[in-house]
């Protein structure tokens, strides 16, 4: 039995929620599953992708194809905005390097005259999380500390 769109596109919010890049993931399929695609799996293989997935820390929220779901806690823009955070704390830049410091900082950086910001990363776009990232990079800059 052929994959549903549905089913592919589960693995598809999977990958891009785990930050698997497209290599990565055409990896886990040719070990797994000898195929290339996913639209190559049966219905059975792509469950166990799912599971696969899981396994990696994947937990899936009553998501819907093409309706947002808020931005993944765990994806590469908030991974690199806490490394960011991390790095500029070990300089000295930073002072309070906790988590709870992070988030006031990101409050911060997403108030509007509108909106009274965002409390946590895992509830900013990819647009907001970008301008922390650009923040935190300028910050480094100004201060001399090299984050490549």
Same mark, same amino acid.
């Given at each position: 039995m052929a994959l549903t769109r549905k089913m592919i596109a589960k693995i598809k919010v999977a990958q891009g929620q =785990?930050? @698997?890049s497209d290599v990565e993931y055409r990896k886990i399929l040719r070990e797994k599953f000898r195929k290339k695609s996913c639209t190559e =799996?049966? @219905?059975?293989?792509?469950?166990?992708?799912?599971?696969?997935?899981?396994g990696m820390g994947w937990e899936p929220q009553g998501w819907l194809p093409g309706v947002s779901q808020g931005v993944p806690q765990d994806n590469r823009q908030s991974k690199k905005i806490q490394a960011l955070w991390i790095t500029l704390h070990q300089a000295g830049v930073i002072y309070d390097g906790t988590d709870k410091a992070l988030m006031s900082f990101?409050?911060?950086m997403t108030k509007t005259k509108t909106h009274p910001g965002k409390d946590h990363l895992r509830f900013c776009d990819?647009?907001?999380?970008?301008?922390?990232?650009?923040?935190?990079?300028?910050?480094a800059k100004r201060e001399g500390v090299d984050v490549g």
């Open positions: =785990l930050g @698997l =799996l049966s @219905l059975v293989q792509a469950n166990q992708l799912i599971r696969i997935f899981q990101c409050k911060r990819g647009h907001e999380k970008y301008t922390i990232i650009e923040a935190l990079k300028s910050m």
